[in-house]
């Protein structure tokens, strides 16, 4: 099995920028798609978005399509979510997960992945 860990996350003024880092456990990595989720306080589970197995294609939500960028080096076992343009409803604990059903990007979020990371928290303040 895969194990996801979170890192990257802070405080950070709204107009900036973070880069959040999904390190995985494990050789099957790379035949995983993966995607970053978010939570906010007292808020539903939010798809943020999702990259293909060999990172060549992506998918995000409108929320933050055109401002956040997902990429992986695989041979780091690495995903990463640049995150610029910061809104103050950004905030929220961002999580990776990994999914290894092949179905389309654009369904991860509303499928029920089976690996997700500890997550780390992200803050914008206004």
């Known amino acids: 099995q895969v194990q996801l860990v979170e890192s990257g996350g802070g405080l950070v003024q709204a107009g900036g920028s973070l880069r959040l880092s999904c390190v995985a456990s494990?050789?099957?990595?790379?035949?995983?798609?993966m995607g970053w989720f978010r939570q906010a306080p007292g808020k539903e589970r939010e798809f943020v978005g999702s990259?293909?197995?060999?990172?060549?294609?992506?998918y995000y939500a409108d929320s933050v399509k055109g401002r956040f960028t997902i990429s992986r080096d695989n041979a780091k076992n690495t995903v990463y979510l640049q995150m610029n343009s910061l809104k103050p409803e950004d905030t929220a604990v961002y999580y990776c997960?990994?999914?290894?059903?092949?179905?389309?990007?654009?369904?991860?979020?509303?499928?029920?992945?089976?690996?997700w990371g500890q997550g780390t928290l992200v803050t914008v303040s206004s």
């Open positions: 997960a990994a999914d290894d059903t092949w179905e389309p990007l654009a369904t991860m979020g509303s499928r029920d992945l089976e690996v």
């Open positions: 494990g050789r099957t990595f790379s035949s995983y798609a």
């Open positions: 990259i293909s197995w060999a990172g060549y294609s992506t």
